[in-house]
Each structure stands twice: as C-alpha cells, then as structure tokens.
C-alpha cells in the first residue's frame, strides 16, 4: 500500500498540524488509520460497538494529547497501532475482570489466556497490514486463494523459487507475533531473514 | 528480524544423509517449509519434507514456528466501517478539544461527502473499477449521457473539483491540458484525452489528496472565527458561470454523491443520501440558483415569458412558486418566476409544488427527467413546468 510508504515527513507534518489545532488534520488522520485502528480494535475485542467505541478513544486519546507522539522514535502508523493494541488490551481485560467479579464463568488464568491469544491475533494483522506487498500478495495468493506455490508463482510472474522464499519469509515474520514482546511491538524489520 | 538468525546451512548437508533417503538436498527442503506449512506445494514435496522434518532438528522447529503463523492469518476485519463513524467520532473529539482552525461549516459537506465516496471506493473490487458507468445529465429539453468506468468518474470528479483548487491557487490536476478549456465537461474530456490509458484504480490517491488539500486550505484561510460572514474573495469559474467559493464547495459537495451512487449502483452497493443538514444546503444552492437558470432558459426560448404585469424590479418582490421539499433536509422556498433578482413573495404566490428531498436532488442531477418526477402539484402549470426544467437544467456532465 501506498500509504506506508508515505515519507516521515507526513507523520511529523501531521504531528504539528494536530497540535495547531486543525480540525482538518483529525480528519486527514482519520482518514488515513480508522480502518487500521478499528480491524484492530475489533480482532482484541471481538464486538463491532466495542471496537466503534475503542476507535473514538482512539483517535480521542491523539487529538488531546498530540505531543504524545514524537516523529522520532518511529512512524506515526506504528505509534498509532501500539496505543490501539494497548487501549484494546487494557478494555478487555476490564471488561472480562468485571464479568468475572459479577460471577461470570471462567477463571483468572483464562482470562489471561483469552487476552494473550486476542493480543497476538492484533499484532498478527499489524504485521501482516505492514508486510512488503510482495510478501502479502504470495500470502494472499496461497492462504486465500488456496494456489500452490508454483501458481503462485505464475501468478506473480516470479520464479518458483522466489515463491517458495516469499511464503517462507512472510510466514516467518508473521510468526514474530507471537514472540514475547510487549504489547503492540513495532513490526519486525524485513531485512536480515532467511 | 528479532534476532531469529537462521543457522548457515551447514555445507554439503543433504536431505539423504539426514533422513536416509535419496530425495532434494536440505537446502531445497528448506526453502520449501513456507510453501509446506500453508499446504501449497505438491504431495510428493510435502511427503518430502515431513520424512526430512523426522531427522533434522533446526527444520522441525521452524516448521512448527511456521504452521502456527498460518493459524494467524485472518480474512481482514471490519472491511465495512460505518461511515457515520467518521462524523461521529470527529465531532466528539472537537467537543473534547475545540479545534482552533475548525473545518468552515460550509466545507463540511464536502468533507463528509467525499469520506463517504472514498470509504465506498476502499471496499471495492479491483476489476471494480473498470465496470461500466453512465454519466446522465439534461440538456435543454433532453436527457443527455455520456459512457465511462467508476475509475473514469473518480478522474471526472478530480478534473472539475481542480476549478476550485486553481481558484484557491493550489495546483491544476489537469496541469497543461487545461488551457482553453474552462468548463467541467471540457476538463473532463480533456483529462480522459490526455492520460495514455483509461483511468484505473490509481486515480483514487491523487482525487483523494486533492479533497483533502482542498479541505486544509479553506480551513485555514477562510475557517478563522469570525471570517465564516466575512465575504469569501475567491468566487470558482465554471465557465459560463461562477460561484462563489462556499456555494462551490457544496456543489462539488453535491457532485460527489451524486456520483458516488452512480459507483455504488455501478457495483452494486447500498449508498444513503446525505445527512439532513448536509441536503437541505444541497437543496438551498439548487433553490438560489433556479431563478438565474428559468431566466438563462427564458433567453434561450426554452421557458415561457415572463409574465409580470409590471417590470420586477431588482429586490422587489415577484410572481413566485412555492417549493416545498419534504423529508429530512427539506423546508420551503419561494422561488422568483420573473426576474432573477426578484424576491420570492408568499402573497405572489401563483403555483405549488412538492417534492421528497432526494428526489428532488435526483431531478437537479439530471437523473431524473421533469415528466418522471412525481411532484404534487397546484397552480400555474406552465410556471410548474418551467421551474421543473429548470431544476434538471441545474445538471451537467
């Protein structure tokens, strides 16, 4: 996607825009993470007002506090799925502790467990929303299409063997989701594997 | 990639020495797990790599580590986000933070407008974009259409929302192509001309930075409090006509749903009308600009004479109809048979007409004709005609 790939110079111009106080800027940043933030919102939360409810805090938590985000230590789209996977967290959590103290079935370790797995779930699609399109596209072709790889290959004019790399590769960075990292870690790089 | 570096493939290792059996050398076993853990290579490979997996320590953990990422891929979610979303959650966050240089309240139906044209375009298909559209408009006394695909409406639209950019002295979609060509049909022609290939899914980036580009810069130079009475100095030329910079922004505002339900009917989708305020200014404009258009018709011998018994004056009041629009967004307007820049009058009152808002709308889109729109009706009936054709005037390519 194109959007990804926009220069820094967007995020930190964004940056001072909010902070300005340009209601023309929520709307461009709106424009440009809501889809992000609410599949996100709605993978850990499993519930469309849930998720309706989490994007406005959201994109609340950005307007009111636009020097929270410093342009320096990363792009604006992964500071905005780490506050996502971290705001989304923190309600289920709430929301299952709360069930659970009202005599809910289950019990505290499955609580845990149920928040692990949504919280590994979010970043899985964070990464995979962020992989290179070449990596995304022999997923897609592969996984959702249920092409093999040679017609993978085909497909995307590439050789067998770079087919048979993409799907390696993308599978392995896909796979750092679930490595014991703090909540929304930023996606891994997409040099230096296999 | 978090430090996992795979371990150098030991030299000279094969598949043989590990699994005790003739077959592909390690190295190619290797590279086929990504393939082998989505099941997507053939059944002699995977037989392959399941019998190396048996034998080679650092393949059967990453094949492990590889079918559990599989288990991680998910359609994506939520492709279809309300787009009342969008209003919602940006008001509630100005209630929270007033903003200091606001969105100007005229600028927000075409801020609003064409979120919704874009959150219709990101569900799309791509072979989507190529499906067949119309482009309908009236012409005089006909129905006039023109063929194009819902990326040659997108290109369309970013062609003449460009007469406001160059009115705000941003830069010209059209760049050089636009000299000698003033009218939106014109720029849209000439647009299609230019490009070495019909439109296709990527003229939704610039469209999209241009809408925004144009929201930003009446934010800032016409958004500033107070300045929303102050007299706007820009005014659009369309060619033939101008309008002042607020009025043009809700025609643009106006054009884009319009062309958003051709889109939408193109592939198929639900598309809701405007929000209540955001129509009933759509409504406004159509009803300010009816009385120029009846008098442009007038000349061109298209409507009846003008009928005052005396001569209306600039201001004084006229002959009027009465249009009342129902449903959300509607009200009443007293529109001036005579003369421009008559006054609508409630005691000149010669004839009545009602119709549904959107109907309405689709009757000044042109896609609707005069004769089909099921407008109630009492009173003069040539002034009924005459202001039906008008209101269909009001479209055009």
Known sequence: ?194 | MSGRDRPAPRPGQRADTDAGAPGPAHDVLKSLLGAWALAACSPGEAAAVEEHLGGCGDCAEEALRLRAAVGLLHPPESLDLDPGLRTRILESCLERRPARVPVPAWAAPYDAETARLDALLQDIRDSDWHAPVRLRWFEGEAAASRRTTVAGVIAHLMSVDGLVAVALGLADPLADAAAGRPTPAARTEAYWRAAPRPPTRSVRAPWRSQTHALVRTVSRTGGAAGADDSPEAATVPYGGFELPLRDALLDRAFECWVHAEDIADAVAYPYDPPAPRHLHGMIDLAARMLPGVLAERRRAGLAAPGRARHLVTAGAPGRSLRLEIEGSGGGQWLIPLDAPGAVGSADHEVAHVALDGVEFCHLAAGHLTPREAAAGQRGDREAIRDVLYAAASLSRM
Do not use: C, N
């Open chain 1, 1 to 194: 996607m194109a959007k990804k790939d926009a220069p820094p110079r967007w995020d930190s111009g964004m940056q001072q825009r909010l902070a300005r106080g340009e209601a023309a800027a929520l709307g461009e940043l709106y424009d440009r993470f809501a889809s992000l933030v609410h599949g996100l919102a709605h993978r850990v939360l499993g519930d469309e007002p849930a998720a309706d409810a989490l994007t406005r805090e959201v994109f609340a938590h950005v307007w009111q506090h636009p020097d929270a985000y410093d342009p320096r230590q990363g792009p604006l789209r992964t500071w905005v799925a780490t506050l996502t996977h971290r705001l989304a967290v923190r309600r289920l959590r709430a929301t299952e502790a709360a069930a659970l103290t009202d005599g809910g079935a289950g019990s505290p370790e499955e609580l845990e467990r149920k928040v692990r797995r949504a919280s590994v779930a979010a970043r899985a699609d964070f990464i995979v929303h962020s992989l290179p399109a070449p990596l995304r596209a022999a997923l897609e072709l592969a996984y959702f299409q249920r092409r093999d790889y040679r017609q993978t290959a085909a497909d995307l004019g590439v050789t067998e063997e770079e087919a048979r790399r993409r799907l390696r590769l993308g599978l392995q960075l896909l796979a750092t989701a679930h490595d014991p990292a703090g909540p929304g870690a930023p996606p891994p790089g997409h040099k230096g594997a296999a």
